[in-house]
């Protein structure tokens, strides 16, 4: 079994930042990529930013600028740094791991986290 545990949410005024992060435990052999996503209530949950175990980025085009992803793979620890945040970014934060092998050998195509909360004040 695979745990998420997220931390770093919190209540900022606009134009403040924020860090997020998370680490994944359990017998893990491997993840292929770590992200985040978010949902806001009466919204759908939607991709933020994800990271590859290669370093491969992607943002939603409304973070882009914003907002940077990074990991830390030996300590199968993804972080998410949100600077300039803006009401509209107010959402529950989910960390996401993708692709994970664990031992003995069972693979699985995704993990949650139980999200943090962000709330962004005007």
């Known amino acids: 079994q695979v745990h998420l545990v997220e931390s770093g949410g919190g209540l900022v005024q606009a134009g403040g930042s924020l860090r997020l992060s998370c680490a994944a435990s359990?017998?893990?052999?491997?993840?292929?990529?770590m992200g985040w996503y978010r949902q806001a209530p009466g919204k759908e949950r939607e991709l933020v930013a994800s990271i590859t175990r290669g370093g491969r980025t992607d943002y939603a085009d409304s973070v882009k600028g914003r907002y940077t992803i990074s990991a830390d793979n030996a300590k199968n620890t993804v972080y998410l740094h949100m600077n300039d945040l803006k009401p509209e970014d107010t959402a529950v934060y989910y960390c996401?791991?993708?692709?994970?092998?664990?031992?003995?050998?069972?693979?699985?195509?995704?993990?949650w986290g139980q999200g943090t909360q962000v709330t962004v004040s005007s």
């Open positions: 996401n791991a993708r692709g994970v092998l664990t031992t003995p050998f069972y693979y699985k195509d995704a993990y």
């Open positions: 359990g017998s893990i052999v491997s993840i292929n990529a």
